[in-house]
């Protein structure tokens, strides 16, 4: 199908190249009252035209295919046992649910689900599988919610890095944990750290004075 390609006007959002769940939107394809119309592309290899509300809100989420997907396995009761719909259910527990015994770390400080992954579908839209069995979900802002944007598929050495008692610290323009700065400048993360948090080195110090080595 031939879709007409329409010019942004100056004070539009250009959503170009933006993924949207399965969705990738490809250019401006006309407009409603509501607001634009996008053309989008499917992971499946199909297009689809979606207005820019529905996408931003994440009411749609492909062109169809994993609504298609989950009717042709009845519904989501064939993804119950798996560790997608475990990990879905663990981190609505946290945030919601006061008897939890990890409320207190998100719930209880304010972290919530957004309404668009009370439902599994979406998230399961959103996040896709997890890559391995040694991801898991990690919010990428750590005082932010559970929802698209701020959540990926991390290992336990990337989520350890992503803690709130990290100490960072910036050098020449980058920000890093300790533990990160020690694997760039082959120090051990312990030794890095006495240096800076216990004996008060800078981190020039620190990173240039050479260490020791036991005999």
């Given amino acids: 199908m031939t879709y007409k390609i329409i010019s942004l006007h100056h004070n539009a959002i250009d959503r170009t190249g933006q993924r949207f769940g399965r969705l990738v939107a490809i250019s401006p394809t006309g407009s409603t ?5 996008w053309l989008c592309k499917c992971d499946c290899g199909k297009e689809a035209v979606v207005s820019a ?3 931003q809100s994440g009411h749609t989420t ?11 396995n009845r519904g989501i009761h064939w993804m119950r046992h798996t560790p997608e719909y475990e990990t879905w259910q663990k981190l609505r527990k946290r945030c919601e649910n006061k008897k939890d015994k990890n409320y207190k770390d998100y719930g209880g400080r304010g ?3 957004c309404d668009e992954w009370k439902s599994f579908t979406t998230f399961f839209s959103d996040m896709g599988k997890r890559p391995t069995s040694k ?13 698209v944007g701020n959540c990926k598929w991390a290992t336990q050495v990337e989520q350890g890095r992503n803690k709130r008692n990290n100490r960072m610290i ?3 323009g980058e920000t ?3 533990s990160e700065w020690a694997e760039k400048y082959g120090i051990r993360p312990h030794t890095l750290r006495t240096r800076i948090v216990t004996l008060g080195w800078s981190f020039e110090e620190a990173i240039i004075a050479p260490v020791r080595c036991s005999k």
């Fill in 33 to 37: 009252k509501a607001g634009l119309k």
């Fill in 111 to 113: 972290i919530s689900v």
């Fill in 176 to 178: 890093k944990c300790l």
């Fill in 62 to 72: 492909s062109c169809g295919c994993f609504n298609d997907e989950c009717k042709s």
């Fill in 53 to 55: 509300c529905h996408l």
């Fill in 135 to 147: 991801h898991s979900i990690e919010r990428i802002d750590n005082n932010g919610n559970y929802a």
């Fill in 170 to 172: 910036s050098h020449n």
